[in-house]
């Protein structure tokens, strides 16, 4: 009968030792670094399994595992766990492995029976390695007492760092986590100044965001002219080419109204100032208040002093660079209406499309509601301002106040502006009419501007922005001061559209939220 002890030694096996069932010769592999494994499929037993070669013919159990037996003994001595009783599987293929690996029918190593594999092998043989106890701990080797410092001995540096074949410059520490100080006081830090770089990039760049925003504002604004040509059969780009044109004719006209009265007081001005010198050379009061307190000397020091030659060209410096910048600002303004008119279609899909696809079609429809309340914004104001300047240039004209044209566009300009813009044009037009007539022309004036403006804030200006914004009145109060608080002219202009937007999403978004709540 064949020896059935296990062949530690690591000797060649005898003949019939190690073959398969069909008496193939098996080469056998490196011989392991420990004889024992665990065996898996015995759960908490803590068991091991002794691996050897089997005799042919010889059967394993499946179940509890049991010493080999010889060539001569069944399966039905070794039962298993179980009690089956049925004979395992016969090895084949395992004869000098040292191991035994279950197979599946198909021949295929059954996944859970696997061997983990070791956690360092001899690149040259394969074979486990032990490591020394200093490498295999996952920890560096804290300090002995009395240990020498690691800042003079190399060799406790590399002890204490733990130094392996892996990290030649020693195991790396844990990582910081996210609750540590350091990384949230950074991380808060960095916060912080990304915040800060924004405010100051935005600061900087203020002119050019206004521009832009009053730029698509327009846009949408003059979008409902755009859709209404467009449904007589013109095209989106006649129908933006004929819209714009009227802008650029308003404009154009606006600045040569302004050009002829201007030029015209400047020319009287100036053939008049000999004879407004004279007028006050010849004045008693202010000769009496010359010998008195020395006007006239303290005036031509003034004005021979290099401090008031200098603060006048400043002045006319800045003045000049104020009207090229709202030149610049208003050829920029317009440009940017123009391609912004002509794809905003294109731009509406585009923010459209950054919704998710499940809300996508309720933002497109609340987008396109609140541009719809723009433009009824932007159309209604040009409305008010319309009949604000007729009403002013057929009054001017019966009145006989000269440049009664200009007056009247000046009047329809400043009307946009919501609150103080009727006044503001109501005071040019009178300081106008007494600066060109009488005093009985500055009261006439004054009279009917303060009429006209109960009647546009009573009876116009409501029904107008009932149909197109639909924003209560206090609300539109507001909504203007504050605007004009941050942003002037402009803020006051995009306040009110601005408030029916959001009141819009109140209603249709936070307050059903809340009913559900």
Known sequence: MPDETSHDDGREPAPGEGRSATGRRVPAPAPP????????????TGKTDTTDTTEPGETRDTGTRSPRTSAGETGSDKTGDSGSGEAGSSESGSGGSGEDHPEAPSGALIPEEIEQPVGERDPATGAPVTLPAAQQASEPVPPEPGAPDPAHDV?????EAGVDHLFPFGKPGQPLGRAHPFVFGFTAALGVITAWMLVKAATNAKSVI???????????????????LRRFGLPRGAAVATVFLIVILFFAGFVASLVQPVSEQVTELRHNIPEYVQQLQNNRTLADWDKRYGLLERAEKTVNGDGFQKGLTDTATGIGK???????QTITILILTLYFLSSLPQIKTFFYQLAPRTRRA???????????????????QFTIALIAGVCSYIFLSILGVKYALALALIVAVTDLIPLIGATIGAVVVSL???????????????????VYQQVENYVV???????TVDVQPAVTIVAALVGAALLGVVGALLAIP???????LIREVVMPRQETL
């Open 33 to 44: 670094a420990d004889e024992t494994e665990t065996d898996s499929d015995v759960s908490g």
């Open 155 to 159: 060799e406790q540096r590399k002890r």
């Open 210 to 228: 206004v521009m832009i925003v009053v730029a698509m504002f327009l846009a949408v604004g003059l979008n409902p002219a755009v859709e209404r």
């Open 322 to 328: 104020v009207a090229i910048n709202g030149i610049f």
């Open 362 to 380: 309720r933002v497109a429809l609340l987008g396109d509601e609140i541009l719809d309340r723009i433009g009824g914004y932007v159309a209604g």
């Open 432 to 450: 106008v009419a007494f600066l060109t007539g009488t005093t009985t022309d500055l009261i006439v004036c004054a009279v009917f501007y303060v």
């Open 461 to 467: 200006y409501p029904r107008v922005m009932k149909r």
């Open 498 to 504: 601005t408030a029916a937007a959001i009141s819009l």
